[in-house]
């Protein structure tokens, strides 16, 4: 149990999501999820769904589930681009930057990373999600991606080279109905 909270301390959950259970979602649901979690090796978890639909819920509850046997990161694709560029950029880290702001992102257990396809601005910023997607995908680290937009739509805001990683050994899953916050 110290083990699961010391993770979950880790995990970057938002405190409104801190109680996040998959029990909050529907049979089929936790089916699917448990089926990620149970995977062994490479493995990628696509959740796509309007806004409001419980992507973010559903994150972070994944989150709780596997920070029960490994470590795990939830973040945004904005904060993580942000961290990443900003060791990028700081020149004391000028020669060491691939390794030293996207270790985080690269080798926790499970990297979930939401609004994914949200914000591109530079090919910088995409080149350092294909290094933390590639360093993913061939130290076969699962990573759960939660996106607002059509798969097809956000494979090509991600790139070829990201959406070819993921797609290898993706499982998906589309949330609908009206939005929780309503």
Known sequence: MEAHEGRLNHANIPKRFIGARLSDFNNQII??????????GWASLLVLGPVGTGKTHLGCAIAYEIAKTKTVLYTTLYAMSQKVMADMNDNSKKETYRYKGAEIFQK???????EMGRSFTTDAEKNRLFDIINYRYENLLPTVILANKGKDELFHSIGEGVADRLR????GLVLTGKSWRK
Request: net charge negative; hydrophobic share 45%.
């Open 31 to 40: 089916k699917d999820i448990e089926k990620f979690i149970t995977h062994t």
């Open 108 to 114: 926790v257990g499970v990297l979930i990373i939401d």
């Open 168 to 171: 290898e050994s993706m499982q």
